[in-house]
């Protein structure tokens, strides 16, 4: 099986309630877990069509969860959708998902929607809309866009 080049790994206080959150919340398929005996996962791998993210836990040691550090967020992971980010939204909402942000138009040319996962994990999901060049999201979004450092 081949296996995306990069990859986020989250951390969880509860990994197999989370698994069973990004199947029915995002139509994440689950095709691997580790446990460790102790009810917790030391790997797992679930994809959402050719990516992939790991989900671990509980934390320890250098590791931490949303919840370990007062609901501070430390990143977010963001998932291109090929169509229906609006019935998506849903899906999520109604599985327990906190949206931050409702689905809307942005001035780059996608539909975005935010939200965290019940552990405080932060997700943002889009959908383009229309491809535009860097030229034409700099005059949309009023923001100079460098296509190379």
Known sequence: MDRPVISPLLFYRNPIAALSFL????GFETRMVVEDG?????????????????????????????????????GS??????????????????AGATIERDPA?????????????????????????AVLSAAEMAKATGREIRESL
């Open 105 to 129: 138009d942005q001035p780059y040319g996608d539909r975005v929607y935010t939200c965290l996962d019940p552990e405080g994990h932060s997700w943002s999901f889009g959908q383009t809309q």
């Open 77 to 94: 992971v963001h998932v291109q959708l090929a169509e229906g980010i609006d019935a998506h939204c849903e899906r999520a909402r109604a």
């Open 23 to 26: 199947q029915d919340a995002f």
């Open 38 to 74: 102790k009810g917790g996962v030391i790997h797992s791998e679930s994809f959402f069509g050719p990516q992939m993210v790991m989900v671990c836990g509980p934390p320890s040691g250098q590791w931490a969860a949303p919840g370990d550090l007062g609901g501070r967020r430390t």
